[in-house]
């Protein structure tokens, strides 16, 4: 389909003299970050970071089409992107996690549909939260087939088995994953479900696509009907295992190797070609660490898998890569470091680079008057990067022991381009990263990452980013489905007694030259 054919003056943006080329080999924060990065170059990409242009809110005491409290975003997908008349619109597709409660709510999986409108704002007087118009319209189930009855996922920790928490298994598509008993659906019967803690998903143009879990370090591939038809699970240095050689996909208890607690599958993206898939973990397993040293998780696991052609239906491992991770002050006041800022979303942009979101734990949400240290959107290329699949894969193989990486392994290269706490940016917008947290404080989890192009202009390297939050269902009445099928209120959600955590947006303005032209998305002008 044609580009518009609406020539449009660029807007005055930034200024900006130069940018980084070549990134610092380990990036340390031990106070907040204060940079106004203007973008980064690596590799054959170039992205330059012209500005927060704009956001909007839904209320977090909404609920969603089954009684439930709508929560926000851990994944975000964009669709339906038109221009017309000086505005432009869309569908946020909005993959809430696994509710309420760390494990504790019967959440089955799902997709929202919010409809949005957008016109950014490029002056520099303060202006009201209004650049996004957000609706929601509607919110689809994620099922899967298990022998003869069609099942929705849910949000518990696996089932006690033993006296070991977390340590009910089963089979499902060939995988081993982690079941809980609860109801499937409202007031149903006792079922084996599958636990699923859904975080970040992609959507291809016939409605199918892949969603990523938390609990297993499993890619579910759903239909256009949202009905989960695989899974693809990571090698087992990447799977939880306690004790020893034993999966347990509890999120309760660490596990001895494998991904760490609430940890998994964070960030997960398609190539714009459509032939890879990208997979990081949000930080590094447990022993590729260094026991407590939380500084040390810091080298993320990335996998590359072909999905061209038949291999949509069954990826095919083809790469695994190290993205090292910011390691950061968690008392945010200088006096060490002792954590890691973990990813939470990317965006390919090529075969090998990416956008990733590594942030730290404060902000609205997290109830506590620690500052906000750092939440940044980064320029990750992995072309000179070690390829160590195969090498590293074995049940509680360490690549990185006692959180050294191994020597002769190069990690990939990284930069920032957008730093959210950058203060005029946030004051333009009435936001600020004051603690403690009012309603227009920074969020604390910072999750989902959407990329557009700019269809007002014919410029091909015009792109706007939408960064969305999870709001961990935060609201004043939470209401969840619990193991019975009955929706229950559980309470006061806030942990910032008062405040509700509204699902939010946030919208950059960037500029990509990722030497590609198909990068740019075909569209077709809006009726």
Do not use: C
């Not at 939408?466 to 806030?494: E, Y």
């Amino acid at each position: 389909m044609p580009f518009p054919s609406r020539p449009v003056a660029k807007p005055q943006l930034r200024a900006h003299s130069k940018y980084p080329s070549i990134p610092s080999p380990s990036a340390t924060y031990l106070v907040p970050n204060t940079s106004d990065p203007v973008g980064a170059s690596l590799g054959g990409v170039r992205v330059v970071n012209e500005g927060l242009v704009g956001i909007g809110r839904l209320s977090g005491e909404n609920v969603d089409k089954f009684g439930e409290t709508q929560g926000a975003a851990s994944g975000l997908y964009i669709t339906d992107w038109a221009y017309a008349s000086g505005q432009f619109s869309g569908k946020f597709n909005v993959l809430p996690d696994r509710g309420y409660g760390d494990g504790s709510s019967n959440y089955a999986a799902r997709l929202h549909e919010v409809n949005f409108t957008f016109t950014p704002y490029y002056g520099t007087s303060v202006v009201p939260q209004t650049q996004v118009q957000a609706t929601y319209v509607d919110s689809t189930k994620f099922t899967y087939q298990d022998g003869a009855t069609v099942k929705f996922t849910t949000g518990l920790n696996p089932d006690t088995v033993g006296g070991v928490v977390g340590a009910r298994t089963g089979s499902l598509f060939g995988q081993t994953v982690g079941l809980a008993t609860a109801a499937n659906g409202p007031d149903g019967a006792q079922e084996s479900l599958l636990s699923f803690d859904a975080e970040s998903v992609h959507l291809f143009p016939d409605g199918s696509g892949y969603v990523s879990d938390e609990y297993g370090t499993y890619i579910a591939r759903f239909d256009a009907t949202k009905k989960i038809t695989g899974l693809t699970q990571l090698p087992g240095a990447a799977q939880p295992n306690r004790p020893a050689n034993t999966p347990n996909f509890d999120s309760f208890t660490a596990p001895t190797t494998g991904r760490r607690n609430n940890q998994g599958l964070e960030g997960m993206s398609v190539t714009p070609d459509g032939a890879r898939l990208f997979a990081l973990l949000q930080s590094a397993t447990v022993q590729d660490t260094n026991g407590g040293q939380q500084q040390t998780r810091n080298h993320a696991r990335l996998f590359v898998y072909d999905i061209a052609g038949a291999n949509r239906e069954n990826p095919v491992a083809v790469g695994e890569y190290i993205v090292r991770l910011p390691q950061i002050d968690l008392n945010s006041d200088g006096s060490g470091l002792d954590g890691t800022a973990a990813q939470s979303e990317i965006i390919a942009l090529g075969p090998d680079s990416f956008l990733m979101l590594p942030r730290d734990g404060n902000g609205l949400g997290k109830g506590t008057t620690v500052p906000i240290l750092f939440k940044s959107v980064q320029l990750v290329d992995f072309a000179s990067a070690s390829n160590i699949l195969g090498q590293f894969d074995n049940v509680g193989q360490a690549v990185s022991p006692a959180g050294v990486l191994t020597p002769g392994v190069n990690a990939a290269a990284t930069a920032e381009v957008i730093n959210m706490l950058q203060q005029d940016d946030l004051a333009k917008f009435g936001m600020n990263t004051t603690i403690p947290a009012n309603s227009n404080t920074l969020n604390e989890k910072i999750e989902g990452m959407a990329l557009v192009p700019d269809l007002s202009t014919e410029q091909p390297n015009d792109f706007f980013l939408f960064v969305a939050n999870d709001n961990d269902f935060q609201s004043s009445d939470v209401k969840m489905l619990n193991a019975a099928g009955q929706v229950v209120s559980r309470g006061d959600g806030r942990l910032n007694a008062g405040i509700t955590n509204d699902a939010m947006y946030y919208v950059w303005r960037l500029t990509i030259d990722a030497g590609a032209k198909f990068f740019r998305m075909d569209v077709a002008d809006a009726p």
